[in-house]
């Protein structure tokens, strides 16, 4: 059984740019979440997706938006890049109380 | 405000020694507690988790951790280091399926 998947690895963007980063999630998991962790801190919460609908949302401007497809994969779109959103995005897929991370997606702005 | 605080950002031991990383939690904090490891590069691993059915809790690789609610603390230990252990470790906080809240983390290191 697969795990939580990531791609891409590693991405690197100017200002300005915009971006898509995708997860597909462990099997039969319908719940998604992102994550954003800064060079040097804990992860921070962006938001959820279930059953194609945003369920919650942490402290994030409207430049960070998602989806979630009917099979259960998401994706995270960031526009108007700025160098502090260089970090390591994480996915999570939820079952039972219980969170699988995928290993990251490493955006770089330049 | 919810929050989740680690209380030093680097810890060094020597291997076979005690390990102990400490957390604490705010009292608002939802009900489920959760440690996790992240090696370089990699993402999270779950090593353990509080959800109210056992205040001592037993994980992954030889690790535990207490629930104290009157200290408000979440500490995770192990009694032997082993050079493997070597990783960031993230105390968080969550109703499991909705938001996480992480602590900073912290580095452990493992002298030889």
């Known amino acids: 059984d697969a795990g939580v998947t990531q791609s891409p690895t590693h991405l690197i963007k100017t200002r300005g740019q915009q971006v898509t980063l995708r997860c597909s999630p462990k099997?039969?998991?319908?719940?998604v979440s992102w994550y954003q962790q800064a060079l040097g801190q804990g992860p921070q919460f962006i938001f959820q997706y279930y059953e194609e609908e945003e369920r919650q949302r942490g402290n994030f401007p409207d430049r960070f938006s998602g989806h979630q497809f009917p099979n259960y994969s998401s994706e995270l779109n960031v526009n108007a890049l700025l160098l502090g959103d260089s970090a390591l995005y994480l996915c999570?897929?939820?079952?039972?109380?219980?969170?699988?991370f995928g290993p990251g997606t490493r955006l770089t702005v330049l | 405000a919810q929050s989740v605080t680690q209380l030093g950002s680097h810890v060094s031991v020597s291997e076979g020694a005690l390990v102990l990383l400490r957390c604490n939690y705010s009292?608002?904090?939802?009900?489920?507690l959760f440690w996790y490891v992240q090696y370089p590069n990699q993402g999270l691993q779950l090593l353990l988790k509080y959800t109210s059915a056992a205040t001592l809790v037993k994980g992954i690789n030889g690790f535990e951790a207490e629930f104290k609610k009157s200290e408000t603390s979440f500490h995770l230990t192990k009694p032997s280091a082993h050079m493997s252990d070597a990783a960031e470790y993230f105390c968080a906080a969550g109703t499991g399926g909705f938001k996480t809240i992480f602590g900073a983390g912290t580095r452990l290191f493992v002298k030889a």
């Open positions: 099997s039969g998991h319908d719940t």
């Open positions: 009292s608002s904090v939802p009900p489920y």
């Open positions: 999570a897929s939820t079952v039972l109380n219980e969170q699988f």
